[in-house]
């Protein structure tokens, strides 16, 4: 049997931004594009076709009128939350199957397997907070999946890291009521959204958040990532680890300043397996995050998807 499943959804393409945004549909794209290169990585995939949350699985994290207004507005065909967070026509099909492909790593993890997903999904979702997007980001797929694995699955430690350059600031703001989701992110500081300060610990100290200068050496950002997830961890046992994997931590980004190389995915990737193998038989969905260099982030998704093999 498969260890790895990829979930992703068609409609992931119908979240139209314009091809002058930089989360534009070509990201995604650029996905399976990589993954051409490497037959043998396919052939190890359990491929899977996510399902859309729902009103009320999106609830768990969000205000329901929020939930409706996004539906609305999509049906309506489109409308823009900020300046740089568009609804199209497509966004509501878009938005539900990206927190439903979570939903599902999430089934399949506690279920018959596989144990670990990746979640190849746009609009991205850490940003997007109760009752309003920003950032790009409509619903907090991973943020709704932490309450989703408790509430569905009886977890109840779950573990969050998020590697994207940007602070995690609506999976900060859906979760840190919760004592037992723990949350840790590494961003750029100061860059958006202006959150993520190391003393904002949380009402119940269960975020870490590591804010880094751009431009230090990629082993500086490795280590400091791996050190806060030690920290957030001792004593707590996640049930599951939940990965907000964003790509715009790697070297050249046009919306970061961070270094980390291909090898570097790796590494936080393995490093995330074999921790997880140890507390929790392997259970890990991660979901994509950020990248705004389609190719590289075709090829980091690989290297994350080899990885979590
Ligand atoms: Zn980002």
Do not use: K
Request: aromatic share 8%.
């Amino acid at each position: 049997m498969p260890s790895l499943a990829l979930i992703a959804h068609p409609d992931s393409g119908r979240h139209d931004t314009g091809w002058g945004h930089p989360e534009h549909v070509g990201r995604i794209r650029a996905i399976p594009r990589a993954l051409r290169y490497d037959p043998e990585l396919f052939h190890l995939l359990e491929h899977r076709e996510a399902r859309h949350a729902t009103h009320e699985e999106l609830a768990l994290a969000h205000d329901p009128v929020y939930v409706s207004t996004v539906e609305e507005l999509a049906a309506r065909g489109g409308a823009r939350l900020d300046a740089d967070t568009v609804v199209s026509e497509g966004s509501w099909a878009a938005g539900t199957a990206g927190a439903g492909a979570v939903l599902d790593g999430l089934d399949l993890a506690f279920g018959d397997g596989p144990r670990r997903s990746f979640c190849a999904v746009r609009p991205p979702g850490h940003h997007a907070l109760r009752d309003g997007g920003m950032g790009f980001c409509l619903f907090g797929n991973v943020a709704i999946g932490a309450h989703y694995a408790r509430r569905r699955h009886g977890a109840e430690r779950v573990l969050i890291v998020d590697w994207d350059v940007h602070h995690g600031n609506g999976t900060q703001a859906l979760v840190q009521q919760t004592a037992d989701i723990r949350f840790v992110s590494m961003h750029q500081w100061p860059w958006y959204p202006g959150t993520g300060a190391a003393s904002d610990r949380g009402p119940h100290a269960n975020v870490w958040n590591v804010p880094m200068e751009a431009g230090l050496a990629r082993e500086v950002y490795v280590a400091a990532f791996l050190s806060a997830v030690d920290a957030a961890t001792v004593g707590f046992v996640p049930d599951v680890v939940l990965v907000s994997a964003g790509f715009d931590s790697l070297a050249g980004d046009p919306l970061g300043g961070f270094t980390l190389e291909m090898d570097d995915v790796e590494r936080l990737t393995r490093e995330m397996v074999s921790r997880a193998e140890h507390w929790c038989g392997g259970r890990i969905v991660s979901a994509l995050e950020g990248g705004y260099a389609p190719e590289r982030l075709g090829e980091a998704c690989v290297r994350h998807m080899r990885a979590l093999v």
